[in-house]
T-cell receptor, first 115, second 117 residues
Framework: AQSVTQLDSQVPVFEEAPVELRCNYSSSVSVYLFWYVQYPNQGLQLLLKYLSGSTLVKGINGFEAEFNKSQTSFHLRKPSVHISDTAEYFCAVSGGGTSYGKLTFGQGTILTVHP | EAGVAQSPRYKIIEKRQSVAFWCNPI?????LYWYQQILGQGPKLLIQ????????DSQLPKDRFSAERLKGVDSTLKIQPAKLEDSAVYLCASSFLPPLAANNEQFFGPGTRLTVL
């Protein structure tokens, strides 16, 4: 079985400050990792994904994430946030075994950027 | 390219009533998913289709929920009868790759927000 834990339910930050949203996963097999963003009253949009290769993954809107296999983490970072980054962010894992091809989501982290 | 379409966007019903949601995936996407997102939680997969066949419905409460994708394109999710705990956002997603492709990217619709009173 696979699972995802997002360590912070809410993260407040001031505009132009750096931010890190933390995600830990659990899986007994190789995994693929994703970060999605959900703006109010909208569906989920893919920010970035890790499939293989370089552990540092760059996504849209200036976000990046680092896959750390030994710590089973996939934290999302942005060096300087904007007001428009205010949204809910979901980490998700897709792996092998009986979970092959299925996305399992974390509980979400609400990022609020203050002026 | 047009995204995943869902309707209605909002629905309010009384408990024990029936409700249906509609989804039209991105053209050419053979795989379609329905998720339930309860407030404060991440989306939970209810059912996934490849073309008009069900691949996985292990998380679907089959005593009250049903879904179909008769022509392998659009899909309908139904709840009959609804309970208070069914209040949630119902998200539809589609992907180009088959559901068992671990790295398939899913594209999500805007969702239908259901409130059961």
């Amino acid at each position: 079985a696979q699972s995802v834990t997002q360590l912070d339910s809410q993260v407040p930050v001031f505009e132009e400050a750096p931010v890190e949203l933390r995600c830990n996963y659990s899986s007994s097999v190789s995994v693929y990792l994703f970060w999605y963003v959900q703006y109010p009253n909208q569906g989920l949009q893919l920010l970035l994904k890790y499939l293989s290769g370089s552990t540092l993954v760059k996504g849209i809107n200036g976000f990046e994430a680092e896959f750390n296999k030994s710590q089973t983490s996939f934290h999302l970072r942005k060096p300087s946030v904007h007001i428009s980054d205010t949204a809910e962010y979901f980490c998700a894992v897709s792996g092998g075994g009986t979970s092959y091809g299925k996305l399992t989501f974390g509980q979400g982290t609400i990022l609020t950027v203050h002026p | 390219e047009a995204g995943v379409a869902q309707s209605p966007r909002y629905k309010i019903i009384e408990k024990r009533q029936s409700v249906a949601f509609w989804c039209n995936p991105i053209s050419g996407h053979a795989t379609l998913y329905w998720y339930q997102q309860i407030l404060g939680q991440g989306p939970k997969l209810l059912i996934q289709f490849q073309n008009n066949g069900v691949v996985d419905d292990s998380q679907l409460p089959k005593d009250r929920f049903s879904a179909e994708r008769l022509k392998g394109v659009d899909s309908t999710l139904k709840i009959q009868p609804a309970k208070l705990e069914d209040s949630a956002v119902y998200l539809c997603a589609s992907s180009f790759l088959p559901p068992l492709a671990a790295n398939n990217e899913q594209f999500f619709g805007p969702g239908t927000r259901l409130t059961v009173l």
